[in-house]
C-alpha cells in the first residue's frame, strides 16, 4: 500500500509520541509499503519518502519549544497533498495543524483516514497550569474530535484507559486498542553496572522533564527513604525542567542525579542496571518507558494516578503506590531494596507480562488497521454507488 503518515510533531526520540511514529514507519518500510511521512524536521530533507514542512514560528513561545525538544510543523498545502494524493490511506499522529489538514483533504477525496491518539487533554492544559480544570479538558477533547477525530475511520487508542477518557466526552467512536509495543531490542540482558553508580541503589524514571511527570514525587521520596544516602537515582530524558530537578535534588540533599538523555543502545543498558524502576507520572497514555523498563525485568513502582493509564501495568499491589504520596513510595522503595529475592521473583513475573507487548504483533495490528479503513472505505463506496 502507499501510506501517508503526518506527524506535527516527530522529532528527537525523546518521547512516547515520537517513538511510536517512528516505530510505525520503520515497521510498515520492513514489510515493503510505500510510505510518506509529513513532518517538519529539517533533518528529514533529502531523504528519501519525508515530505518536509516548515516549522511553526511560534514568536515568545519559540524558546520554550526548543527547550522541549519539539518543532511543530506549518501547514504547507503542496507537500502534504504531494505525500497524499494518490496514497491508499492517510494516518494522523495528532490534532493540530497537519493532521486537520489532512483529515479535510482525505476527506474531500475519499483517501481512507485512520488517527492515533496520543495527546491527552492535560498535555495541553499544564502549560496553562489548568490541568485540574475539568470543563477545560473537556472542552480540549471536544476541539480534538471537532478538529480530527469526527472524520477518522478508526481511531488507534494506544490503552482503552484513554479510549474511555475520549469516549466519555465526544462519544462512541469506531477504534482499535492496540499497545504501542515494546521494541525487541528492549531485553533482560546481563551489563556490567557503570562506576559511577558502584556501591549504592539505582532508582531509575524515564520520562520528559516536564509537570505532569512529577519527578519531585520521586525526589521527595527518596529524601524520606531509609537508603537516601544509597540511592542513586537516574533520570533518563530532556525538557524544559531539567535545571529545576536538578537543583530541587540538591536542595534535598541527595546524590547528584544523573540526568541526559540515552540513546537506545545506551538506555537498554541503563535500565538493565537498574534495581527499581519508579513511574510518578500523574498524566500518562501508556508511557512506553514503563514497558521497556518492564521488558528489561526491572520491577517497576507505579504512580496509582486516575489520569494514568500505567498503573494498569501494576501486578500486585505492592508494585503501586499512592500518587503524590512520598512517604508511601518510600516505604515501598524501601521494601523492594531490602527483599532482593522478592525483587527477582517479580522481576520474571514482569518478564512474562511484558511479552503481550510484543512490538511485531502490535504492529502486526497496526497495520490490519490500516487494511481495515480501506475496506471500510471502499465498503461504503460500494454501498453508495449500488
Not at 516549522?55 to 504531494?82: M, Q, S
Not at 482503552?160 to 469506531?174: D, H, S
Not at 498524566?283 to 498503573?311: H, K, M, Q, Y
Amino acid at each position: 500500500m502507499k501510506i501517508a503518515i503526518v506527524c506535527d510533531v516527530l522529532g528527537e526520540e525523546n518521547n512516547g509520541t515520537t517513538i511510536a511514529a517512528m516505530n510505525l514507519i520503520r515497521s510498515l518500510k520492513a514489510k515493503g509499503h510505500d510510505v510518506r511521512v509529513v513532518c517538519p524536521d529539517e533533518d528529514k530533507a533529502g531523504t528519501p519518502g519525508y515530505y518536509v514542512v516548515p516549522k511553526l514560528n511560534a514568536g515568545p513561545f519559540n524558546r520554550y519549544l526548543e527547550k522541549n525538544g519539539v518543532t511543530v510543523a506549518r501547514l504547507e498545502h503542496e507537500k502534504l497533498e504531494a505525500a497524499m494524493k494518490d496514497a491508499d490511506v492517510v494516518h494522523v499522529l495528532l490534532p493540530f495543524v497537519l493532521g486537520k489538514a489532512a483529515a479535510h483533504y482525505a476527506v474531500e477525496h475519499g483517501i481512507p483516514l485512520t488517527a492515533s491518539f496520543h495527546c491527552q487533554a492535560e498535555n495541553i492544559t499544564s502549560h496553562a497550569f489548568m490541568k485540574n480544570f475539568t470543563p477545560l479538558n473537556h472542552e480540549t477533547y471536544r476541539i480534538f474530535y471537532k478538529r480530527l477525530y469526527q472524520y477518522v475511520d478508526i481511531i488507534h487508542y494506544p490503552t482503552q484507559f484513554i479510549c474511555n477518557t475520549f469516549e466519555e466526552v465526544v462519544g462512541p467512536t469506531e477504534h482499535r486498542v492496540i499497545s504501542n509495543g515494546v521494541n525487541k531490542a528492549f531485553r533482560k540482558k546481563a551489563v556490567s553496572r557503570p562506576p559511577e553508580f558502584a556501591g549504592n541503589y539505582t532508582v531509575l524514571f524515564t520520562g520528559r522533564y516536564s509537570p505532569e511527570k512529577s519527578h519531585g514525587v520521586l525526589i521527595e521520596a527518596v529524601s524520606r527513604s531509609k537508603h537516601r544516602d544509597e540511592i542513586q537515582l537516574v533520570l533518563a530524558g530532556s525538557g524544559p525542567k531539567r535545571e529545576e530537578i536538578y537543583e530541587q535534588a540538591l536542595k534535598k540533599g541527595l546524590l547528584p542525579p544523573v540526568m541526559r538523555f540515552y540513546g537506545r543502545d545506551e538506555l537498554i543498558d541503563v535500565i538493565n542496571s537498574a534495581d527499581l524502576y519508579v513511574h510518578p507520572a500523574e498524566i500518562e497514555i501508556e508511557a512506553i518507558s514503563c514497558l521497556e523498563a518492564i521488558a528489561c525485568g526491572v520491577v517497576p513502582l507505579i504512580a496509582d494516578s486516575p489520569r494514568s493509564a500505567t498503573r494498569f501495568f501494576a501486578l500486585t499491589e505492592s508494585n503501586l503506590f499512592h500518587f503524590n504520596d512520598p512517604d508511601d513510595l518510600a516505604a515501598k522503595m524501601d521494601w523492594w531494596l531490602e527483599h532482593p529475592e522478592a525483587r527477582a521473583k517479580c522481576s520474571a513475573d514482569y518478564l512474562d507480562y511484558s511479552r503481550r507487548f510484543d512490538f511485531d504483533v502490535c504492529m502486526d495490528e497496526m497495520e490490519q488497521m490500516l487494511f481495515d479503513a480501506v475496506k471500510m472505505k471502499r465498503g461504503a463506496a460500494e454501498g453508495m454507488s449500488e
